[in-house]
């Protein structure tokens, strides 16, 4: 599961993104409004932790252009703006969840995985390209309707190539797909997930 975070005390976001990839998500950080525009354009995140109290860019109005470039985000507000009326102007803005600072890191981690939930509820948890069925609710793989046992890294891999099959990957887009800093030292990881799948 990937995570955007964008929170602009240094602290907090080191904290959060150590947390969270402790907690099992693959996480981005970005310390204001233009820098999380930036990540939103060039990946996909299943959910966005987004600070209302921003510089630059006030978090509403980065929540504000996502939905108005029709970006498909679930954004959870993480905000020390604890008034009812900011809580409903958040929503209303198009935030799916509103969680007030300061907060417990376990709600948090369980929101996030809530909207994730419900992110793929809708879709089908099965994804079949050709011989290959992924199913994602269950995080395995049949071939021929036989399981393969796969590894975490080549599981995410080869759902990443499943749900944007006939779309081209580079390395880098793969690598960033992937669970985990493990996997962030060595180059040559992506050539290796990718031979083990075939």
Do not use: W
């Not at 209303?92 to 969840?97: C, L, P, S, V, Y």
């Amino acid at each position: 599961m990937k995570v955007l975070v964008v929170e602009d005390s240094d602290r907090l976001r080191r904290s959060l993104g150590d947390g969270l990839t402790k907690s099992g998500f693959s996480v981005d950080l970005a310390a204001d409004g233009h820098e999380a525009l930036a990540f939103i354009r060039t990946y996909d995140y299943d959910v966005v932790v987004l600070d209302l109290m921003l510089p630059g860019q006030s978090g509403l109005e980065v929540l504000r252009q996502a939905r108005d470039e029709g970006r498909d985000l679930h954004v959870l507000v993480l905000s020390a703006r604890d008034q009812v009326a900011d809580r409903i102007r958040g929503l209303e803005m198009g935030a799916d969840d509103y969680l007030i600072k300061p907060f417990d890191f376990g709600e948090l981690v369980a929101r996030l995985r809530a909207l994730v939930r419900r992110r793929y509820a809708c879709k089908n948890p099965r994804l079949r390209v050709g011989r290959v069925e992924v199913d994602t609710a269950a995080r395995c793989a049949l071939r021929d309707g036989e399981p393969v046992h796969l590894t975490p890294g080549e599981y995410a891999v080869l759902e990443l190539l499943v749900r944007r099959s006939g779309t081209v990957l580079s390395q880098d887009q793969i690598l960033d797909s992937l669970h985990g800093g493990e996997y962030a030292v060595s180059s040559n990881v992506v050539q290796v997930l990718i031979s083990s799948l075939r």
